[in-house]
């Protein structure tokens, strides 16, 4: 038995779904055994939300406001009051220094110095970026009366020129938030089904990325999934801004009912199920960025009975060149090279003796010995190696042996308790019937 399992580790090393026909018949045995042995494989899932980063629409006051009109105090509102035609827009090019635009402008490089002496956030103007907008407000001779840039999307900082010189100030920019929700079913793609209830794709992403741990975006989702979510909306002095964060949510997947809610108390942030236990687990789903995936491939494709009767260690994602490879849990990279049979691969040592693997990569972006955290790039899908097309080979191992990361028993994070469970408890109970109020009208509509 021992030797067995030996023989089949030496075989897993590489991947073995390459095998030739001469070679299958002869492992064909070990392999029915090692079936039973292992496990059949379904699956594996996903990023972390707070990782990911977030667009931000730093754009200025829509033009036709009158600036300054939702500031209090009265300062100097009569140059502030000036109409917004008067304002030339600027934006910052590759490489364009402030100076650079100040003599483009043909405004004089002594005043952005002084500008730039003002304070610690005039200063911040020397590490400017392209695409940012600058708006100037010219006066009659041509002198810089005004200048503002966005700081962030809820903060400007205000320059003017006047008699005594220049002056700066930080002005604020009204943000509010309207709860919403949203519902689909998904036919096609999840995507699609996002797009259809009104999401944006980030939108689509985060939602994926809370259930992420438990629900492999790419292979697992069917035909007659749905979700419902309560969401914000951000809206900046008035005018739609962006989507926030999602606030509830309820994931159906092939009858299964997955919810969570997110929770911020104390040290404590990120997405709960209703009993208080992390939607955050030791290893995503899919460790992949199955955004990626979906635009090009469809999830009904992946048929598991195709999966299954494969002579196979690992779980293959059918994904286009180039798409990002995550970490599945945090760890070290044990391995980090190229062999002609599984290409550019690495492999990662997690707690627990668990190992994880990623073979034909285009590229590795980790090195051996390095550790690395949950959803961290560890290269990108390829071809290489003996691999026909790109796709991400994916292996769990467990004390050697490879198991379904979806049955294995793993280390559980620990759920909230006491008062902190009470605090989630008293904050979810309307999120949660609000979703099934939601949720018993969607069933109702697609009985009609
Ligand atoms: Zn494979």
Redesign the pocket.
Known sequence: MPGFITKIRSRIED?N?WLTRRKLIVFGTTLIFAGILLGLFESGSHPDPERRPEIIDLSLPDRQAPLGAETAGGQDDEAVAAEEADWESVKVTSGQTLDAIFRKQGYQIPLLHKILALNGDTRGLTKIRPGEVFDFRRGQNGQLLQMRYALDEGRYLLVSNGKDGPSAEIRLREITAEVTEAEGVIESSLFLAGKQAGLSDAMIMKLANIFGWDIDFVLDIREGDRFMLVYEKLYREGEFLRDGNILAATFVNQGDRFQAVQFEEGDVAGYFAPDGRNMRKAFLRAPLNFSYISSSFNPRRMHPVLKRIRP?K???YHAPRGTPVYAAGNGTVIRSQYSKTNGHHVFIKHANSIETKY?HFSKRTVKKGQKVKQGQTIGYVGSTGLATGP?L?YEFVVNGVHRNPRTVPLPKTEPLKGSLLASFQARAAPMLTQLSRMESASLYASRE
């Open positions: 991947e779904h196979h690992g779980i293959d073979l796709h080979h």
